[in-house]
């Protein structure tokens, strides 16, 4: 366990830092027999209640029921976890099905069909949902949503309105447009060990951080980095490696040299700045979310750094009391694959004002199956919420009806763009930073 | 006003005065209105031979013998007369050519159906007559049920419109029985409407699908003797329409609400059951389905209610105040074997068990409503174990919710298998082209369809079927088909494929086979028949063709052959989804009937045998095999001209399988047809032989043993085929399944031999490395009987015993399937002794016995698909680094259990002390590495736990609940016990890291 990661509140020179990961983590938790429906229950708790809080000012005149109490042609407003029916949704059942179609599938990138539609669950049953207000292609199973219709005579209910959580209050940010310039670097997909990997391109990036690359312009800006965030996927750990037996010399390098290299470049970033590093996909980490942070055996040579944090994916922190949140991307990946949106923005965009960042969870995405909370539910809104591991650097900043102003931003692959993330602590403003190698 | 005999129930009644069979016409109308027709006046009757010289006198002298005999047997016989009166009709045998066309015969009108059966006792015992001595008589016809006869002779086939015309029925006064129309008329007055055009259509019936939940006590399978009926769901459908326009449930104690479904709670089970009659009374269905009803649900429900002394609960036929009763019936037959059953009669209804039908028309490794719905439907179905269905019930009215949605589902779907499969719409046409009602078709074998076509057509040529005493033994067995040497290998060229279409049909046609053309040997000296009017078939026999005179079996085939193929035109022309339903049943139904024309002569202990027929059809079969094959390799040969000379490789009962040489399939393909066109020339019409398919490349592996690719298109093949290929046998673990597709996979499709070893190595490897899912080795055998009553000692009932002694609660019954693995034992234990329970060996981590697996289950079905590809298959596969097994698993568990605690250090396993917690100072070393492989299992774990326990929640329909499932047959059961125990173990060894 990370000893720097705890509550503890570290002084620094530059910014003060406070980890919030700690809902995250699952030290005491165990595996003791316990299902999904622990988390979906909890999850509909919560979400209810805050859903109800908010229908007197929604729709104060209609009744609220669940699911059993629909009365045909009723108006009424139900609350309840969504399902979305999908006819292409593969399923584990599928490796057992017994016939093979002649050529082989292409496995898509999407498996939404037109043919797809949404289910309301509460505890007293399902109801099927139609109508053209609430778009199958858009929600996605495992999130709550309040529900404005009627029962129709068929026994669908039919939608008219739809009320979502929305944005989360959020705490006052420091505003101090004459304060200082502080930046907070992100960075995802470093990729050490994979082929796309460029292991120079990587060393300009820390060279140009740490303040030994660029004009003195770039080394101003530089030495006012107040913090680096790796948003997962540093390594491609080969977890197909492991099969049962012991690994032969080879494997074992083969295994170990990314972590080692990876290791003595994140040595060079934490002498200097203080820097969190959370796991991915690919990194020697567990797969369910959260993912626990990585174990600082891995990081003989940066772990010794009390500057050096392994977190917890999703992450969250205060800097400056500008809060953070994000992951390394695999709940937004997941709803791409499960929903549709234009962009990773809208994504990002549609998850806070769900209020609930991995709906998807556990159902097509793997999480720890936690019996009283749902982690996952944002309490309190970020100022930035960030996802790594994307194809190109986006960003936004969106305003809430109360105030809220959140940078939304859309870390790309390190590893295939050369391109970093820099986001002014000051006023939310953010650019990329690409280092380009001649040498590929 | 139109209606239909809607199934079988056409029984007779004992009007109270002149003592008369009534028959019961039960159907419906278009509109959808439920019918009763009762018809007077038909009676029933049979006949006799005429000993030669009988004359009116002897026939008036016989009748009174007759009546006397009959009063003497039958004194319980009110009826003033039991032999109406009898006839003498020109009618004819249909056995043995003959010359005359008719002769004499007595026709024997008797008061009662039931009488016929004692009257031909009489005659064929023999009676002395008067100035004639004794004589015995041969009947005629004798042994048909009545109402068959009824129909015959009123052409009225199974599904019939009919139609009673305007002022030829008399209303009921008082209604006898519980339809909305009831009424009375003639049965001359009937007028059937052949099943074509408008009266094609099907009606309107309405399907009750339905099932049970009983609490049975910890550890027996329900008994109504002690155990409640706790719910009974129901849905209802209008055939036709897609959605049931009624569902409910009922239940014994308080039920929480279920949407869309209307659910009735009861404090007494005697209220579940009697509103369940009035819903059967109200709904008044016309067939009422469900899974396994015939044996269980229907027979639970009176035997409970007779328990409970609810006398008035067992009226659910139309029939009003008539009891419905339970008959243990058995039924046997050649194909499907002998059954026992339980016979519900319910008068006007039909009930159609969808267990039956799919064991009767499908071949599937497991019945269970589960791998049913799997496999036609294309889902699981969670299946809540018996022990669990009375906790649920125990619990409040939530848990009795959550069973009645369980209960709903079982009870729908049987309707959706219905509809998937189309069996109303097959069966009826079946019952439409044999002329028998569709209750037949579930409770008879194939020879009675048989046999109402054969006596329709008889009766139009005025012969008559003689009534033979059933041989009982089987006398010795003719020769079967024959299927040519096969000449095995792996063919990487073309195969082309030459069928006899309906090959026994057309040579029953061809040579004009049938029990009226069958020349008796005596006769044929006699006859002196010319050569050019007879065939003598390849076994001897001696039949007349068709131009002296035709014969019956030919004609009936013609016209099902004749009748299939404008099906199959019309079902080109159609459009309608629900129109091509009707035809494709109904084409289905016509091969089918053609083909079962031939089993019934062969059927020993048949209706009506003839050897003489069979035999000759199969010996024919033969010779054409052999004709091909001969013309096939005389015609196609370099010196032919051709480019390579043909070979065949194999024949199989109607098919012969020819290599070209060629290696295209398109060129492949060519001279298929035209060997099949130039084969075709040298046959009698309408025997004909097909080019259909390609297989390229092909396995053969024996004698119907066979694998390979299907073309009937050059671009692409559409399918892979397979016979006799262990693909779904029981006993077989899903490994053996899965390697044997996977590898055929490889080598066919793939076209990657190499590969397919590799595969086959690599799994080995994976099986003795303890790295193989457990629900792979699986295996399940139903427990059909007691353990006392088997006389071997077989693993699943030895493994059920165990189970009984460790927990009666959960141990399997009889009738369950049971499910086990084989295990490592003491060196000299039985196999049967080594089976267990896969969750017993999952919570204890017992070894498996690989080499169980290994030699009783892999090794065979893969030998028999490489011996043809492989040199030295066996070499290959099982010999070599992949064998070598790892020893170490699971020796510590026990000893780290007597020492309590003891840690031991994760890299290699040697016992550490407490201070350092994860490693020994020998590995702390490869900390990282050690590491990243605990990690790595972790995440592996997880994402397959997430994965099964997430589908299992799709399964069962809820996310807000939990999974309760028990389905063994379900592939994944296992894989989440597994995982979620796996699981727990991982993260304990991964905290370790953590101090
Ligand atoms: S084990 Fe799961 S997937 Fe299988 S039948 Fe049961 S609930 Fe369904």
């Known amino acids: ?440 | 006003m139109d209606y239909v005999v809607g199934d079988g129930h056409n029984e007779f009644l004992q009007s109270s005065s002149g003592l008369a069979a009534i028959i019961r016409i039960f159907g419906v109308t278009k509109e959808g209105h439920s019918v009763c027709c009762f018809v007077h006046g038909f009676e029933p009757y049979f006949y006799a031979n005429c000993p030669s010289g009988m004359g009116p006198d002897d026939i008036f002298r016989l009748h009174q013998i007759l009546e006397g005999k009959m009063k003497e047997t039958n004194n319980n016989y009110k009826a003033p007369k039991c032999i109406r009166r009898i006839e003498l009709v020109q009618k004819r045998s249909i056995m043995y050519y003959q010359q005359e066309t008719s002769q004499p015969f007595l026709k024997i009108v008797v008061a009662l159906p039931t009488m016929v059966a004692s009257c031909r006792g009489i005659l064929d015992r023999g009676i002395q007559i008067d100035g004639l001595g004794i004589k015995s008589f041969m009947t005629y016809e004798s042994n048909i049920n009545f109402s068959l006869r009824f129909m015959i002779d009123c052409n009225i086939v199974g599904g019939n419109w009919i139609e009673v015309p305007r002022g030829k029925y008399n209303k009921i006064s008082r209604s006898l029985s519980n339809c909305q129309l009831e009424f009375y008329c003639l049965f001359s007055d009937l007028i059937s409407h052949a099943p074509e055009g408008e009266f094609s259509t099907m009606a309107p019936y309405r399907i009750l699908s339905f099932d049970i939940e009983c609490a049975g006590r910890k550890g027996h399978f329900p008994d109504p003797s002690h155990d409640p009926v706790i719910q009974i769901a129901n849905v209802v459908t209008l055939l036709g329409e897609g959605q049931p326009f009624v569902r409910n449930v009922m239940t014994l104690k308080s039920c929480s609400s279920i949407a869309d479904v209307d659910v009735m709670s009861f404090d007494t089970e005697k209220e579940v059951l009697l509103t369940w009659r009035d819903l059967v009374r109200e709904v008044d269905p016309d067939i009422i389905i469900g899974y396994n009803i015939c044996k269980f649900d229907m027979p639970y429900l009176i035997e409970r209610a007779d328990v409970l002394g609810i006398a008035e609960f067992p009226m659910l036929g139309r029939i009003r105040n008539s009891r419905v009763s339970i008959k243990d019936t058995t039924f046997s037959s050649r194909q499907h074997g002998t059954r026992e059953s339980k016979e519900v009669t319910m008068e006007g209804r039909v009930q159609f068990d969808l267990l039956q039908a799919i064991q009767r028309d499908y071949k599937l490794s497991s019945y269970s409503l589960n791998s049913v719905s799997a496999h036609f439907l294309n889902e699981q179905k969670e299946d809540v174990h018996h022990s669990i269905i009375s906790d649920l019930h125990n619990g409040n009215s939530e848990t009795r919710k959550r069973l009645a949605v369980y209960c709903l589902k079982d009870a729908y779907l049987p309707q959706r298998l219905l509809d998937k499969l189309m069996f109303i719409y097959n069966y009826v046409e079946m019952a439409r082209v044999t002329g028998v009602p569709l209750s037949f078709l579930l409770s008879r074998g194939q020879s009675i369809k048989v046999m109402s076509q054969l006596l329709r057509k008889a009766k139009q040529k005025n012969l008559i079927l003689p009534n033979v005493k059933q041989a009982g033994s089987e006398q010795g067995t003719f020769e079967g088909a024959t299927v040519l040497e096969a000449r095995t290998g792996f063919y990487e060229k073309p195969i082309a494929t030459l069928d006899f279409a309906s090959l026994y049909p057309s040579i029953m046609m061809a040579y004009n086979l049938c029990y009226s053309t069958l020349v008796n040997p005596e006769d044929a000296r006699k006859l002196n028949l010319p050569p050019e009017c007879v065939n003598k078939t390849p076994t001897g026999e001696t039949f007349v063709r068709s131009n002296l005179q035709k014969g019956i079996l030919p004609e009936i085939l013609e016209e099902l052959l004749a009748a299939r193929r404008r099906a199959k035109a019309d079902l080109k022309e159609a459009k309608d989804p629900l129109e091509r339903a009707v035809l494709d049943g109904r084409q289905l139904a016509l091969k089918i009937s053609a083909n079962s024309v031939y089993g019934f002569t062969g059927a020993t202990v048949g209706q009506l045998p003839c050897l003489e027929i069979s035999s000759s059809v199969t010996s024919y079969g033969r010779q054409m095999i052999e004709h091909t094959k001969r013309l096939v390799e005389d015609k196609f040969t370099v010196l032919g001209g051709y480019e390579h000379n043909a070979e065949v490789i194999y024949g199989d009962t109607d098919s012969v399988m020819v290599q070209f040489g060629v290696s295209s399939v398109d060129a492949a393909m060519k001279l298929g047809r035209e060997a099949a066109d130039y084969i075709s020339s040298t046959f009698i019409n309408p025997i004909k032989l097909e080019f259909e398919k390609v297989y390229y490349p092909y396995l053969l592996i024996s004698k119907k043993r066979y694998a390979g690719l299907y073309w009937t298109n050059p671009q692409k093949f559409d399918k892979m085929e397979t016979k006799g290929i262990e693909t779904v046998r029981r006993d077989n673990c899903l490994l053996v399944k899965n390697m044997v597709t996977e590898c055929l996979n490889k080598i066919l499709i793939e076209r990657d031999i190499p590969a397919a070893v590799q595969y086959v190595k690599n799994t080995i490897s994976d099986l003795l490395r303890n790295r193989m899912d457990l629900s792979l080795l699986v295996i399940t055998k139903a427990l059909t009987k007691t353990r006392d009553s088997y006389k071997v000692k077989a693993a699943h009932v030895e493994l059920a015993e165990r189970m009984r002694k460790r927990d009666a609660a959960t141990a399997p019954n009889v009738g369950d399937r049971v499910a086990y693995v084989i295990v490592k034992a003491e060196t000299n234990a039985k196999a049967y002794e080594r089976s267990e329970d896969p969750i017993f060996v999952l919570e204890n981590n017992n070894p498996i016995d690989h080499k169980y697996y290994l030699e009783n289950q892999i090794s065979k079905p893969l030998m028999r698909i490489f011996e043809p590809i492989l040199k030295n298959a066996n070499k290959e596969l099982f010999q070599g680094s992949h064998m070598m097994s790892k020893n170490n698993c699971t020796p510590n568990i026990g000893i780290a259990k007597l020492f309590g605690k003891q840690l031991s250090c994760i890299g290699c396993k040697t016992p550490i002390s407490n201070s350092d917690h994860t490693l020994c100072s020998q590995c702390k070393g490869r900390e990282a590495e050690l590491y990243c492989k605990s990690i790595a299992n972790v995440a592996e774990l997880e994402e397959l736990f997430g994965r099964v326990w997430t589908q299992c929640q799709e399964c069962q329909g809820s996310l807000l609940q939990d999974v309760l499932c028990t389905s063994r047959d379900c592939p994944i059961f296992y894989r989440r016990k597994k995982v979620q125990k796996d699981m727990e173990q991982a993260k304990q060894e991964l905290d370790r890291w953590n101090f």
């Open chain 1, 1 to 440: 366990m990370e000893v720097d990661s705890g509550n503890g509140v570290v002084e620094r020179k530059q910014s003060i830092y406070k980890s919030l990961d700690e809902s995250f983590e699952i030290q005491k938790e165990m595996y003791r027999g316990q299902q999904y429906s622990q988390i979906y229950f909890a999850r509909l708790h919560l979400m209810r209640t805050l859903l109800y809080s908010l229908i007197p000012t929604w729709k104060p005149h209609l009744p609220v029921c669940t699911v059993l109490g629909l009365e045909q042609g009723k108006e009424c407003i139900i609350v309840g976890t969504l399902f979305k029916h999908m006819k292409l949704k593969p399923t584990i059942l599928d490796e057992y099905s017994k016939e093979r179609s002649a050529s082989p599938l292409v496995k898509p990138h999407n498996f939404m069909h037109s043919d797809d539609y949404l289910i309301l669950e509460d505890e007293s049953g399902r109801v099927k949902l139609r109508g053209t207000i609430l778009v199958p292609s858009v929600y996605v199973t495992g999130l709550v949503v309040a529900l404005h219709g009627k029962e129709t005579g068929a026994g669908d209910f039919m939608v008219e309105d739809i009320l979502e959580a929305g944005l989360p209050p959020q705490i006052d940010r420091p505003l101090n447009p004459n304060g200082d310039d502080k930046y907070v670097v992100f960075v995802s997909g470093l990729s050490v060990g994979s082929s796309s990997a460029n292991p120079l391109q990587f060393q300009l990036f820390v060279d140009h951080i740490t303040g030994h690359l660029g004009d003195e312009k770039e080394q101003g800006i530089a030495a006012k980095i107040v913090q680096v965030v790796i948003a997962g996927n540093s390594v491609e750990f080969p977890r197909g490696l492991f099969n049962g037996q012991n690994l032969g010399s080879k494997e074992q390098s083969k295994l170990s040299e990314p972590t080692k290299e990876l290791d003595i470049l994140l040595t060079q970033i934490a002498a200097g700045i203080p820097l969190d590093i959370m796991p991915g996909t690919s990194d020697p980490a567990n797969f369910a979310l959260p993912q626990q942070p990585l174990h600082k055996c891995l990081f003989p040579g940066s772990a010794a750094y009390n500057t050096f944090r392994s977190c917890t994916n999703p992450h969250s922190f205060e800097l400056d009391n500008v809060r953070f949140l994000g992951t390394s991307g695999q709940n937004i990946d997941n709803l791409a694959i499960y929903s549709d949106a234009s962009s990773r923005i809208d994504f990002l965009e549609r998850t806070l004002k769900w209020r609930h960042m991995a709906p998807t969870s556990p159902n097509t995405l793997g999480c720890y199956p936690f019996t009283d909370r749902d982690p996952f539910f944002v309490e309190a809104c970020p100022h930035v919420y960030f996802i790594g591991n994307q194809d190109k650097y986006v960003t936004s900043l969106i305003q809430g009806s109360d105030n809220q102003v959140v940078r939304l931003i859309s870390i790309p692959r390190f590893a295939e763009t050369g391109t970093a993330v820099v986001m002014n602590l000051k006023n939310l403003e953010c650019h990329a930073l690409s280092f380009g190698t001649q040498f590929d």
